[in-house]
C-alpha cells in the first residue's frame, strides 16, 4: 500500500479538510497570522512574516515552506504531494495551480509519482499560472499570466507561453 494511503495520513488528511473549512477558510481576509498559526499547527513550515488568503488551497500543509515576506494570493491551489518551498519575497498570484504530483501514464498500472516544487527569492509567479512537478523557479524570475512552466526558469529571467519559454533576461 502506498504511504499516502495510510490510516495515520488519511486521519490527518481528514482532520486537515475539516479544520481548513472553519479554521482557516472562513477566517476574515487580514487574519494571517492566524491561518500561520493554523498552517504551523497541521506541520507547515511559515515565517512570521509569510501571506495565506483565506481562499488558497493547500492539499498538506506538512509539506509547505514559506520564507519571510512570501505570499500564497487568494484561489491559488497548492497540491503538494511532495514539499512545496517558497523562499523570501516571492509571490505566487492568484489563481495559480502549484501541482507536486501526476501519474505515469507509460505504466500499466498508472502509478502517482511526485516531485518537489522550489520557488527562489524574489520570484513572481503571475495569474493563472501552473507549475510542473519538479519545478525550479530561480532567484528573481518571473512567470508571466497563464503561463505552464513544466521545466525550470533562470536567475534573473522573464518567462511566459505554454509550456514557459524564456522571453528575457533581466
Known amino acids: 500500500m502506498p504511504k499516502y494511503a495510510t490510516f495515520s495520513n488519511q486521519f490527518y488528511r481528514f482532520l486537515?479538510?475539516?479544520c481548513s473549512l472553519f479554521l482557516?477558510?472562513?477566517s476574515f481576509r487580514p487574519l494571517h497570522a492566524w491561518r500561520r498559526l493554523v498552517l504551523n499547527s497541521f506541520g507547515a513550515n511559515l515565517?512570521?512574516?509569510?501571506?495565506?488568503?483565506?481562499?488558497?488551497v493547500i492539499y498538506d500543509p506538512r509539506k509547505l515552506t514559506m520564507g519571510p515576506n512570501s505570499c500564497l494570493a487568494d484561489h491559488?491551489?497548492?497540491y503538494n504531494v511532495d514539499h512545496v518551498h517558497i523562499s523570501s519575497g516571492s509571490t505566487i498570484s492568484q489563481y495559480t495551480h502549484l501541482?507536486?504530483?501526476g501519474h505515469d501514464i507509460t505504466a500499466a498500472d498508472f502509478p502517482?509519482?511526485?516531485?518537489?516544487?522550489f520557488v527562489g527569492s524574489d520570484v513572481w509567479v503571475c495569474a493563472n499560472c501552473f507549475i510542473s512537478p519538479g519545478a525550479v523557479l530561480a532567484n528573481n524570475s518571473?512567470?508571466?499570466p497563464c503561463s505552464?512552466?513544466?521545466k525550470s526558469t533562470f536567475p534573473h529571467s522573464i518567462f511566459a507561453g505554454v509550456p514557459a519559454t524564456l522571453k528575457k533576461y533581466l
Open 142 to 144: 518571473v512567470l508571466l
Open 47 to 56: 515565517h512570521p512574516s509569510a501571506r495565506v488568503y483565506p481562499t488558497t
Open 76 to 78: 491559488v491551489i497548492c
Open 99 to 101: 501541482c507536486t504530483a
Open 148 to 150: 505552464c512552466l513544466v
Open 16 to 18: 486537515w479538510s475539516i
Open 112 to 117: 502517482l509519482k511526485s516531485a518537489p516544487i
Open 24 to 26: 482557516f477558510r472562513l
